[in-house]
């Protein structure tokens, strides 16, 4: 046991003292300065409401398999149970993968939190993305569109064009706004992430993992917008061209619990999610639901072989929701 001088204890609890007192704005119940030789800190602290990092995530270290059923077709998938701040299941939780779209929940996020949704946006020539099979609202340079529009386009029907409207918007190009992703993940714990882009195109260097992507849908989720969108099934509005003609929005739900296409389990209620897929990463999918306990459930699928083998994954974890 390290033993501290008198002189030296007085030193830290005046440190202490400064931090606690320019932070609160509260008085300390005792002098730092006092000759008395204890000082009753811990007393201090549970009167002081100091709400711990990780009070309201679940926390994962490692795989956590006590489930009877298992998705054997993903490469990695997660139960987080959001309202008792509890992990359910994991498998593979921390490994390094590809999100495809799914990458687009931490785009909405930042949009929401920096940006305004009746801001008018203006698509530059880099909207035009010609990589095979992406998918694409078919934005072209000088139309005019809100950035709730934008949202839409983004997290309903997975429009990459919009995820680089989105991101010049709010940073004045893809490599600004990729840098401000990986800053916005750092600070909600999403540590073994790196976002190169902000739609999930195919990049070596674009990961997250199953755990990571948990964490930031649960940060979205403070937006009352963010769960708005996902839970829409379809989506009309007009914005405009260059000219000023009018462009139609008409767009659905790429979601096959929502619409439905795929059946939720008994006493499951689906809010809402993204879907991804890419050759890269195959087939993802992030969910909200309610359960019949009340309780509100996120979970991950990530890397499954197909739409079909996706949708059994993900049907497996949500019938442990009770």
């Given at each position: 046991m390290r033993c501290t001088s008198r002189s030296a204890a007085a030193a830290v609890i005046t440190v202490i003292s400064l931090c606690l007192s320019a932070c609160s704005g509260l008085q300390l119940p005792f002098d730092p300065d006092s000759t008395e030789t204890q000082f009753n800190i811990n007393t201090y602290a549970s009167s002081v409401d100091v709400k711990p990092f990780a009070a309201d995530i679940c926390v994962c270290e490692d795989d956590l398999n006590e489930l009877t059923l298992e998705i054997d077709e993903a490469a990695a998938g997660g139960l987080f149970d959001a309202t008792a701040h509890e992990t359910v299941y994991a498998k593979n939780v921390h490994e390094k993968l590809n999100p495809a779209s799914l990458t687009k929940v931490m785009t909405a996020y930042i949009a929401l939190k920096y940006g305004h949704l009746e801001d008018t946006l203006t698509a530059s020539p880099n909207v035009l993305i010609t990589e095979s099979g992406a998918q694409l609202l078919g934005i072209k340079e000088g139309d005019k569109m809100t950035l709730e529009q934008a949202l839409y386009a983004l997290m309903l029907y997975s429009a990459n064009d919009a995820g680089v409207l989105i991101a010049e918007y709010i940073s004045g190009s893809v490599d600004g706004f990729a840098s401000v992703m990986n800053e916005e993940a750092k600070k909600i714990g999403a540590t073994n992430t790196h976002f190169t882009n902000p739609h999930g195109l195919t990049d070596e260097e674009h990961y997250t993992t199953a755990y990571d992507l948990y964490l930031m849908f649960n940060a979205a989720m403070s937006f009352d917008e963010f769960r708005k969108i996902i839970n829409t099934t379809e989506f009309k509005s007009t914005y405009k061209?260059?000219?000023?003609?009018?462009?139609?929005?008409?767009?659905?739900?790429?979601?096959?619990?929502?619409?439905?296409?795929?059946?939720?389990?008994?006493?499951?209620?689906?809010i809402g999610g993204k879907t991804g897929t890419t050759k890269a990463a195959k087939s993802c999918l992030i969910l909200l639901s309610n359960g019949s306990n009340d309780h509100t459930y996120i979970s991950v699928i990530l890397g499954s072989e197909d739409h079909e083998s996706l949708y059994r994954n993900m049907t497996t974890l949500l019938t442990d929701i009770k």
């Open positions: 061209d260059r000219e000023g003609n009018p462009k139609n929005i008409e767009i659905s739900t790429t979601n096959a619990y929502l619409k439905g296409d795929v059946r939720t389990p008994d006493g499951v209620n689906v």
